[in-house]
Structure formats: structure tokens, C-alpha cells
């Protein structure tokens, strides 16, 4: 570029394949779609202590019924996911306001 020979970058990811961005949009299609299992799971995994067994166990209660996310809050987990179900309704929360 200081010399000003012309140069076309080839590769990298897309914009759209970035990770943080891949992070947005499952917000966004949470809002849109409550019962969008592939947008929780990208969600719960990003939450410290939310493995793929816990998100995929999570996701599934989120999504057995038509009140998904109230069915959540309600449903019998163990003491452990209690605390993921607190970290659940703070990233609704947080994608409602």
C-alpha cells in the first residue's frame, strides 16, 4: 500500500460468518421466533458454565411446548440448572428490552 501496488484480498471470512456477528442475529431471531432451537443453543453456549449437554437440555424445555419460555421457568430442573435458568430469563430479558 505505500508504494501504491494495486492488491485484491482474496479469502477471510464473510461478514455475515463472523462468530460475534452469528451471536447478534440469534438475539434477533429469538425476538422474532421464541421457539428457535439453533438460536438458544448458540445463546446458552455463550453463558460460562452452559455446556452443549446443558444448552441442548435447556433448548429442548424452551421449545416442548407452545409457552416456550414460560415452560422453562416452570419446568423441574436440578439445583445446577436452576442457576442456567436464572442465566436464561436475564438473556430474554435482556433481548425484550
Known amino acids: 500500500m505505500a508504494r501504491n501496488i494495486p492488491f485484491i484480498v482474496v479469502g477471510g ?3 455475515i460468518e463472523r ?3 452469528k451471536d447478534v442475529l440469534a438475539f434477533v431471531k429469538i425476538l422474532y421466533n421464541p421457539n428457535d432451537t439453533i438460536a438458544w ?3 446458552l453456549t455463550l453463558f460460562k458454565g452452559v455446556g452443549a449437554v446443558t ?3 435447556l433448548t429442548q424445555a ?3 411446548d407452545n409457552n ?5 421457568l416452570a419446568a423441574p430442573f436440578a439445583k445446577k440448572e436452576r442457576s442456567v435458568r436464572a442465566i436464561v430469563l436475564r438473556a430474554y430479558q435482556g433481548t425484550a428490552s
Open 13 to 15: 471470512i464473510k461478514f
Open 19 to 21: 462468530r460475534h456477528i
Open 41 to 43: 443453543h448458540r445463546i
Open 55 to 57: 444448552a441442548t437440555r
Open 62 to 64: 424452551i421449545t416442548a
Open 68 to 72: 416456550a419460555f414460560e415452560s422453562l
